[in-house]
């Protein structure tokens, strides 16, 4: 499976806010994105990616200030 959990740093730490990231979309204009499970679960998340790590099936976001 290739799906990742995605996380958004929070004081400093990674908050898990959704496993099984399917899909990730750039919407307004690259200040926020539309992310979707393989459960078919979907968040819109402000802020920018910080890093990926596919192998490790990890994506953290970060708020932009």
């Known amino acids: 499976m290739c799906e990742a959990n995605a996380y958004m740093i929070k004081d400093g730490k990674e908050e898990l806010l959704m ?8 919407e307004e204009n690259n200040v ?5 499970s393989i459960f ?3 968040k819109t998340i402000k802020g920018r990616i910080k ?3 596919l192998v490790g099936h990890k994506i ?3 708020r932009m200030v």
């Open 32 to 36: 926020s994105y539309r992310i979707v």
């Open 19 to 26: 496993e099984a990231v399917d899909v990730i979309e750039p």
């Open 51 to 53: 890093s990926m790590n």
């Open 40 to 42: 078919g679960e979907q």
């Open 60 to 62: 953290v976001f970060e």
